[in-house]
C-alpha cells in the first residue's frame, strides 16, 4: 500500500511542477508587456522634453533679441531664412541677421530633434506677447485628442510676454 501511494505522489507533483511553469510563464508575459509599454512612454517623454526645450530656446532668442522680436513670426511652411549656418558665429552681425540666423539654426534644431517637427510662432502685439508651438509626430499618441491637433501631431505651446 505504500509503494502505490508513492506511485500517486509522484505523478501529482509532476502536474505541481506543470502548473507552477505555466503560471510562471504567463507571469513573464505579462511582465514583457510591461517592458514594451515602459519603453513607449519613455519616448513619448523624450520627445516631448526635446519640444519643450526647443520651445524654450526660441522664447529665450526673441527675449534675447526683442528690438526686432517681429521677425521672429513663423508659420508653418514658411521657408528658412537664407543665411549662412556660421554667419553670426564667425562674423560679428546686425539685429536683424541675428533674428534670421536663430531662426534657421532653431529651426534646423526643430527638424533634427522631432520627427516631422514644424512651428508657429505667433504675435500678440497689443499685450506684446509671443505664442509659440510646437508640433511633432508621436506615433505612441496618435489617437489620443486631448494633446493633438487635426493631423494627428503632438503639441507643445507655451506664451511669453516680451
Known amino acids: 500500500m505504500t509503494i502505490d501511494f508513492m506511485k500517486r505522489q509522484r505523478g501529482v507533483s ?7 511553469i505555466l503560471v510562471i510563464g504567463i507571469g513573464m508575459l505579462g511582465v514583457m508587456g510591461l517592458q514594451g509599454r515602459a519603453l513607449q512612454h519613455s519616448q513619448q517623454s523624450y520627445l516631448h522634453g526635446q519640444a519643450m526645450l526647443l520651445a524654450n530656446d526660441m522664447a529665450d532668442r526673441i527675449r534675447l533679441n526683442r528690438g ?11 521657408p528658412l531664412p537664407s543665411v549662412a549656418d556660421n554667419q553670426c558665429i564667425a562674423n560679428a552681425c546686425t539685429v536683424s541677421q541675428l533674428a534670421d540666423w536663430d531662426m534657421r539654426v532653431w529651426r534646423q534644431s526643430l527638424l533634427n530633434a522631432l520627427p516631422q517637427g ?9 499685450d506684446e506677447q509671443y505664442t509659440i508651438i510646437v508640433r511633432y509626430v508621436d506615433e505612441v499618441k496618435a489617437n489620443d485628442n486631448n494633446h493633438n491637433d ?4 503632438s503639441i ?4 511669453i510676454q516680451i
Not at 509532476?14 to 507552477?20: D, K, Q, T
Not at 526686432?68 to 514658411?78: C, F, T
Not at 507643445?156 to 506664451?159: F, K, L
Request: charged share 30%.
Open 150 to 153: 487635426q493631423a494627428g501631431k
Open 68 to 78: 526686432v522680436a517681429s521677425r521672429y513670426r513663423l508659420e508653418v511652411g514658411d
Open 14 to 20: 509532476l502536474v505541481e511542477v506543470l502548473v507552477a
Open 156 to 159: 507643445v505651446q507655451i506664451t
Open 118 to 126: 514644424e512651428a508657429e510662432i505667433k504675435e500678440d502685439v497689443a
